[in-house]
């Protein structure tokens, strides 16, 4: 019997079986020129801002159960970040996997999110006019649903 408010619930998976399951996302932060060069070159007041981006991800992964209500905790066996730029945009790209029973698709696009969000809170002071845009699941293994992959 579901006694929650609005049906609202976390799904149980112990019935599920303990499979690798991975998941890409990515993120995109577009901003001036001059700001992308900026955080290349690593000019910035507040410091590296693709260092803290990549840490920002792998804290962000592992504590996305304390920010999705109805997300599990899971034990993350690896997070990858890989941070790239365009002339206008940082792109941003996480890989999270784990062995687990649920999957992994919301670690990686709160992880993308929070890179993005990263960067941007380290460049506000120089550029109000940025926008983190285009989170989006690009691929996920694992699972009874099969696997995913963006076209």
């Known amino acids: ?9 976390m799904i ?5 079986p303990v499979t690798l399951r991975t998941a890409r996302a990515s993120a995109r932060l577009t901003a001036q020129p001059e700001t992308i060069r900026r955080i290349r070159a690593g000019e910035l007041e507040k410091g590296d801002a693709v260092a803290t981006a990549r840490v920002a991800a792998i804290m962000a992964a592992k ?6 209500p109805l ?3 899971l034990p993350l066996d690896n997070v990858e970040v890989a941070i790239g730029f365009a002339a206008d945009a940082v792109l941003v790209e996480v890989v999270v996997r784990a062995t687990a ?9 709160v992880a993308a ?6 960067i941007y809170d380290m460049c506000k002071s120089i550029d109000q006019g940025m926008t983190v845009e285009t989170v989006r699941l690009e691929e996920k293994t694992g699972g009874t649903r099969g696997d995913y992959r963006r076209k």
């Not at 019997?1 to 619930?9: D, L």
């Not at 149980?12 to 599920?16: F, R």
């Not at 999110?113 to 990263?118: E, F, H, K, V």
């Open 113 to 118: 999110s929070a890179a993005a969000l990263t």
């Open 63 to 68: 504590r996305t159960s304390d920010i999705v």
């Open 1 to 9: 019997m579901n006694t929650t408010p609005h049906g609202i619930r």
């Open 101 to 109: 029973r649920t999957g992994v698709e919301m670690e990686a696009l």
């Open 12 to 16: 149980d998976v112990g019935g599920k």
């Open 71 to 73: 997300c599990h905790p």
